[in-house]
């Protein structure tokens, strides 16, 4: 009976660090998706409908106008991305074939985006007004009640979730225990808290992100005997705007404890990048010394510390920044400028911004070509380096057959650590014709659609995303037919959460890498039962999530129940 088996433990630092660092070099996508929906009116459209109306995909699109017949589905996988980051609120319904449906409404913040009785809108975009009177973090607190062990837990548990919402912390007051140097009360404090001094005050060549406005949010934690603190206050109010997604590493607070700078700034060192370049670098890309969001002593100090010493090196001298170029390229960019066009007219907005689809234009332009697969290649790497680490699931497999394995890296990276096993690289003629020779690895040409070669077990990664329901379903049955009674699909996909308000970093990753899929080659990412359907329709008895890696899932399908 199919059936699903989550085992992943809580993440630890070193992968809150990669999720983190994931999410950072794909910050703009969420910008984007937020900047479609603002063109296409349908803030003002669930807003016209009421304040605490909540409209399906479908519903929304019947006041589009457009013709495409798919523009409901691709609006729902923008909407929920938006839910996912708190934007707007959702929930389900069931829809008009009795199935469930989601629906969206207007989150906290966006009272400040829809247009008043004046037919004026206040966005937190950079060439429009920021002068918003009010901020409120959410309905109800995510803090209250939450127990941390010491101070330095605290600050982390109120700046992490500032850094989710958009604004800076500072340390607040505390009262201790008469005759004591402990705590009985601390307060940590927006970072826009207070007035600045007149006498003080002096001229910048550059806007500060957390200038002093008074705001008044806080959080207190109450310290029992026991040492343990507890939030008992939370003040949810700001006077001021949030900090957009894509600037939020630039606020102050988020300069001295930020994971992912943290993480970058160690892997380019263990690459063999002096940090001295890297700033060099940084400040000649962004325009400046005020806009790397750290200063040469932020980096030295992070990079002496114990915990930057623990993450150093983890990747193998790849990382996020090479793939982060690839996001962040011009050629890639333009392409989210049609996110609305693919709601109003289908397509994929990279063949609309240039008229020919990404592996065509990968042919025709050699140094987006170097830029794409030195980023590809970089992510690859790492999410199978943290694969080996977290899945012990090769254990015991004498032969694996990697299908549409390419040249046969990931697969030597396997072998290599699991010499035992008998190894087959498995992908169309032309792919592996000019294939490097590795020990262990035999490469052998074929159409996975229509038969895969036998083994004790199959692995794919990243292998799903481009494919419709039917031949997904297609190449599982080949898996099937090509495996013994007892044997096992390891697939490595992304996954989007089915629950949207599931706000980690983990989860973010799943919607983001969803909303690059409809931008650039087309594809889409499934949820756990979409997979969970998929197998069992392939006729797999079992279906397991085993782990997580970098921002990938690890997923087996067992021909046997469990």
């Known amino acids: 009976m199919m059936g699903s088996n989550f085992t992943q433990k809580s993440p630890t630092t070193e992968e809150e660090a990669l999720s983190m660092a994931m999410c950072l070099a794909t910050s703009h996508v969420p910008s984007m998706a937020f900047k479609a929906v603002l063109e296409l009116n349908i803030i003002d459209i669930i807003n016209d409908v009421g304040p605490e109306a909540q409209l399906s995909p479908a519903e929304i699109a019947a006041q589009l106008a457009t013709a495409n017949p798919d523009a409901a589905v691709v609006l729902d996988r923008l909407l929920r991305l938006l839910a996912n980051f708190t934007i707007l609120t959702f929930s389900y319904r069931d829809g008009p074939s009795g199935q469930p449906e989601r629906v969206y409404g207007l989150g906290p913040v966006c009272q400040f985006l829809a247009k008043n009785g004046g037919g004026s809108a206040i966005f937190w975009l950079p060439s429009v007004n920021k002068e918003v009177s009010l901020f409120v973090e959410g309905s109800e607190s995510m803090l209250m009640v939450k127990e941390v062990k010491n101070e330095d837990e605290a600050y982390d548990l109120y700046n992490e979730y500032a850094f989710s919402k958009g604004f800076g912390i500072r340390v607040g007051k505390g009262r201790k225990r008469q005759n004591s140097e402990f705590y009985t009360m601390k307060r940590f404090l927006c970072s826009c808290e207070g007035v600045k001094d007149e006498k003080r005050k002096r001229t910048r060549s550059y806007a500060r992100l957390d200038t002093r406005t008074g705001c008044t949010a806080f959080v207190q934690f109450s310290i029992g005997k026991d040492g343990v603190w507890t939030v008992v206050n939370h003040n949810m ?44 670098v940084l400040r000649k890309e962004v325009g400046g010394s005020p806009m790397v969001g750290f200063t040469a002593s932020d980096a030295y100090n992070a990079l002496s510390r114990a915990k930057a010493n623990k993450l150093e090196g983890i990747c193998g001298g790849s990382s996020y920044t090479a793939f982060a170029n690839f996001m962040y390229d011009k050629v890639m960019m333009d392409s989210w400028k049609h996110l609305k066009d693919a709601v109003l007219e289908g397509g994929i907005p990279f063949q609309k911004a240039h008229g020919m689809s990404i592996f065509e234009y990968l042919s025709k332009d050699s140094r987006f070509h170097n830029v794409f697969y030195e980023g590809m290649d970089n992510h690859s790497i790492m999410v199978s380096k943290k694969i080996l680490d977290n899945y012990k699931g090769f254990e ?24 035992s096993i008998k190894g087959i690289n498995f992908d169309l003629p032309h792919v592996i014709k000019n294939a490097p020779s590795f020990p262990g690895v035999e490469h052998v040409g074929g159409d996975m659609y229509v038969s895969v070669p036998k083994g004790d077990a199959i692995f794919m990664k990243w292998t799903f995303f481009t494919g419709n329901d039917e031949k997904c379903i297609k190449l599982l049955k080949n898996c099937h037919e090509a495996l013994p009674e007892d044997g096992k699909v390891i697939i490595c996909e992304h996954v989007v959460s089915d629950e949207l308000d599931q706000t980690t970093y983990q989860a973010h990753t799943g919607f ?15 949820t756990k039962h979409e997979y969970e359907a998929l197998g069992k329709q392939a006729g797999f008895e079992t279906f397991r999530f085993v782990c997580f890696a970098c921002d990938t899932w690890v997923m087996e399908f067992l021909k046997m129940p469990v």
């Open 512 to 526: 983001i890498f969803d909303a690059i899929m409809l931008t650039f080659p087309g594809g889409r990412t499934r």
């Open 396 to 419: 015991g497999i004498s032969s694996l057959v990697d299908v549409g394995g390419a040249t046969g890296v990931t697969l030597n990276m396997i072998i290599s650590k699991y010499p």
């Open 237 to 280: 109010i700001h006077n001021h705007a949030m900090v957009p997604l894509n600037k939020r590493h630039l606020i102050r607070s988020q300069r001295k404890v930020s994971k992912e700078a943290l993480y970058f700034m160690s892997t380019l060192k263990a690459s063999g990048v002096k940090v001295s370049d890297t700033l060099r």
